[in-house]
Nanobody, 120 residues
Framework: QVQLVESGGGLVQPGGSLRLSCAASGSIFSTNVMGWYRQAPGTQRELVASITREGSTNYADSVKGRFTISRDSANYTVHLQMSSLKPEDTAVYYC??????????????WGKGTLVTVSS
């Protein structure tokens, strides 16, 4: 049993900053990849940023230079530092992880999501 719990969402003005966190817990052997997706009403869920166990990162073009993803391997935790926020960043942000469990299964896991609203 593995769970992902997100935190840090909320209301922020355009140009402001926000930091999201996601913690994985349960019967974990290793976290191969952790990342963030987002989904706005009427749109498909899209990848925002991801980071591998080795530290390699990947960003959507729309957030490069504004968002930074980082990891805390000891605590199975990933963070997303968001700066220069725009109204179009408004969405529900979902944590995602590819996790090897102690029973040796390898699966994708999803958090319940945290709402980020960018508005004046």
């Amino acid at each position: 049993q593995v769970q992902l719990v997100e935190s840090g969402g909320g209301l922020v003005q355009p140009g402001g900053s926000l930091r999201l966190s996601c913690a994985a817990s349960g019967s974990i052997f290793s976290t191969n990849v952790m990342g963030w997706y987002r989904q706005a009403p009427g749109t498909q869920r899209e990848l925002v940023a991801s980071i591998t166990r080795e530290g390699s990162t990947n960003y959507a073009d729309s957030v490069k230079g504004r968002f930074t993803i980082s990891r805390d391997s000891a605590n199975y935790t990933v963070h997303l530092q968001m700066s220069s926020l725009k109204p179009e960043d408004t969405a529900v942000y979902y944590c995602n992880a590819v996790i090897r469990s102690r029973d040796w299964s390898l699966r994708d896991y999803w958090g319940k999501g945290t709402l980020v609203t960018v508005s004046s």
